[in-house]
């Protein structure tokens, strides 16, 4: 009996436990954690009604243990809470300053990435992490910074999916997170898919051959209304040559200010996007041998940069 009861205080504590990483949807200024009220207050006073706010507890990331935070979406802005120390620290994005956003995920660790010049006039990125469980909460502040829906049928939204079929034999997990990324009513323009990047290194000593990773497997997808990159991430484990998780960034055309094309050595080119505002430099690495393509791709969306702006 004493053991059963202890076997289950067990679970019932383990379970508590992983519900206090859990992230929250913050109701009220009274629910508010407590370190956070006078930063908020000083931010937005008594503004009513009561903005959509989320709660992201510490909990133990990949490499490190996080940080609590609040995001909140209010007045146009994305504002960001940081629990420091004994310190709260602030940062305001106003909605047309966002150059782009990041979402991960790897098992039960995600993030999403803010980056781009806050209300203060500083180029800034800010990282909320979180538990998976509860990446329904940050649905709201991913759909306010891409692009809004359009109308469009069943049949359309799948000729657009089947832009990715190719990959199904090369890349099954991205072409799933692929048709899983587009916001209904974009159109697929192009696309450039890049397997994982190997480079030959000859150790010191005897002449041993193997290969060092430049660049994991990514998906560039260009849209008429954003440029979207799906990536592996470092910190992911591998099993049999696929790693868990991945990680999406999104991009819209109007923030794209310049591109370029530059070989970073014989093996590997770099397409380089400049974004605003905030002059945010982004690099994706592909192999030499899709150089032509590579052209025709950059060549596409600097066109449609120029339509846009």
């Known amino acids: 009996m004493t053991s059963d009861s202890n076997s289950d205080l067990s679970k019932l504590t383990g ?17 508010m954690p407590e370190i956070f009220k006078s930063s908020y207050q000083m931010a937005l006073g008594n503004v009513q009604p009561f903005p959509y706010i989320v709660f992201a507890p510490s909990f133990a990331g990949i490499r490190r243990k996080t940080t609590e935070k609040l995001l909140c979406e209010a007045n146009d802005s994305i504002y960001v809470w940081e629990h420091v120390g004994n310190q709260t620290v602030m940062a305001e ?9 990041e979402i991960g995920e790897i098992l039960l660790y995600s993030w999403i990435t803010i980056s781009g010049v806050t209300k203060a006039g500083t180029a800034s990125s800010s990282t909320v992490e979180f538990n998976t469980a ?7 502040f991913t759909n306010r910074m891409r692009p809004a829906p359009v109308n469009m049928d069943k049949r359309e939204q799948n000729v657009e999916k089947a832009k990715f079929d190719y990959l199904a034999t090369e890349g099954f997990k991205f072409m799933n997170y692929a048709q899983e990324s587009l916001v209904r009513g974009e ?9 994982k990047i190997y480079k030959p290194i000859i150790s010191a000593g005897k002449l041993v051959f193997y290969q060092s990773t430049v660049s994991l497997a990514h998906l560039v997808i260009l849209t008429d209304m954003e440029f ?5 991430d470092e910190r992911s484990s591998e099993n049999r040559g696929v790693r868990y998780g991945g990680k999406w960034q999104y991009i819209a055309l109007r923030n794209i200010n310049a591109t370029s094309l530059l070989g970073r050595d014989d093996d590997v080119l770099a397409l380089s996007l400049t974004l605003s505002p905030g002059e945010r430099r982004v690099e994706i690495l592909f192999a030499a041998s899709q150089k032509q393509e590579i052209v025709e791709f950059r060549a596409e969306l600097e066109k449609l940069i120029r339509m846009k702006s």
């Open 187 to 195: 159109r697929v323009l192009n696309t450039l898919w890049q397997p």
């Open 134 to 140: 509860t990446s329904r909460h940050y649905a709201r």
């Open 15 to 31: 379970a508590r436990q992983t519900m206090s990483s859990w992230s929250k949807v913050v109701e009220s200024f009274e629910s």
């Open 228 to 232: 979207i990159v799906i990536q592996d």
């Open 93 to 101: 994005y106003p909605l047309k300053a966002v150059s782009d956003l």
